[in-house]
């Protein structure tokens, strides 16, 4: 009596024994690969009021997003197949180095146009004669500009790898002198307060609270730090406000040793 646990094994095919058409299996017209080329060349060769503009980021998200579809096309034959074989390891692993790869490469992206927005080497402009000749060779293929991006176009928020562009150079210039002010500001106002609220318990209870303040928001203002940096530069803060309250209350000492 066959044992109702164990499934019965069909009886081999003339065609069981034939390895999956891999090719065969990914459509001609892709339709999720056609979506994001819709959505990725408005922010890759685009037109603005400076001029014609080429986001070679936005070329390379495109990329991403392709590769991430091609781990997807070969974990479907391998979960359809229910067995994995050498043929899925080496595509697999080729995947998903290229994919690990582009992720390193979108962080030096990242890294260089922070760095230094207007010479970013990933964003070509019209302005530039040698990037013009460019664009000029890329038309005479046959291939125009899009319109203006939209802001408010969410569909990019989906894709891998953060941004498509980044604000200009003043505006990360405002955010700089920004976050300088409010480093001064959690410095400066406990000192401020413990110096004209003297005392021991007072000044325990400021470096706490604000200690905490400080743990808390640097944990939600930066989700990709690791805890361990976390914990350094909370404990660093709490260094700063400890010694202010031991210098503090040893020039306290003296006063009280006066009046008595």
């Known amino acids: ?20 058409d891999v090719e065969a299996s990914i459509p001609i017209t892709d ?8 959505t990725g060349r408005r922010h890759t060769f685009y037109t603005n009021e400076r001029g014609v503009r080429f986001n070679l980021v936005a070329l390379h998200r495109m990329n991403m997003h392709y590769l991430r579809k091609r781990l997807i096309d070969e974990a479907a034959i391998i979960f359809k197949n229910g067995a994995m074989d050498d043929d899925n390891s080496r595509a697999l692993t080729g995947l998903m180095r290229d994919y690990c790869t582009a992720v390193r490469d979108r962080d030096c992206m990242r890294d260089l146009a922070y760095r230094d927005w207007q010479n970013n080497p990933f964003h070509l402009k019209s302005e530039r004669e040698m990037e013009r000749g460019l664009f000029e060779y890329l038309r005479a293929q046959g291939v125009e500009p899009e319109s203006e991006m939209a802001t408010d176009d969410r569909v990019t928020s989906t894709l891998p790898g953060g941004p498509w562009d980044y604000p200009s150079s003043q505006r990360n210039r405002k955010e700089r002198y920004a976050l300088t ?40 203002f930066s989700p990709t730090k690791p805890p361990l940096e976390l914990m350094i530069a909370t404990a660093a803060y709490a260094a700063v406000l400890v010694v202010f309250v031991g210098a503090s209350i040893t020039d306290m000492i003296p006063e009280q040793k006066e009046r008595q």
């Open 1 to 20: 009596m066959a044992n109702p646990l164990i499934p019965a094994v069909p009886p081999p095919s003339p065609q069981s024994h034939s390895k999956p």
């Open 31 to 38: 339709p999720i690969s056609k979506a994001v080329v819709d």
């Open 181 to 220: 002010i409010l480093g001064s500001v959690i410095i400066i106002v406990p000192m401020v307060i413990m110096a004209f609220v003297p005392g021991r318990i007072p000044s325990v209870v400021i470096v706490v609270a604000c200690t905490m303040l400080f743990a808390v928001g640097t944990a939600y």
